[in-house]
């Protein structure tokens, strides 16, 4: 398996292919997008942190739900090609805004058909 392999509901999402795993058809490149905004309650919680050390919870639970929902509309895309798999998969995080208060969580992949 890869580095990261999943399957749920008989849809297949790896960074690599396995071996053993037999690829029907290539479907082209899929993706998906989660922008999210800082409020000012978790920047001042940050900012705490950055003094203190630890973990920004706030953060981190605002960036899983960013990657689900781009996840998710990954999966939609190639679902709507027919695809039961994306492999390829790669994960890119961005700082966005003019005071850099937005993140932005994008997902790629290629759809693919297993046999």
Do not use: C, H
Not at 52 to 66: H, T
């Amino acid at each position: 398996m890869g580095w990261f392999s999943k399957s749920t509901d008989q849809f297949f999402l790896s960074t690599t292919l396995p071996e053993g795993i037999a690829l029907n058809q290539y479907l082209g490149v899929v993706n998906g997008e989660a922008i999210i905004g800082a409020n000012i309650f978790r920047d001042m919680f940050s900012s705490v942190r950055d003094v203190v050390g630890g973990r920004a919870g706030g953060y981190e639970r605002a960036l899983a739900g960013a990657r689900d929902a781009a996840m998710a509309e990954l999966i939609e895309a190639a679902k709507e090609l027919g695809a039961t798999g994306v492999i390829g998969i790669d994960f890119d995080y961005e700082v966005l805004g003019e005071t850099n208060g937005m993140m932005m969580v994008a997902v790629s992949g290629t759809a693919v058909k297993l046999t």
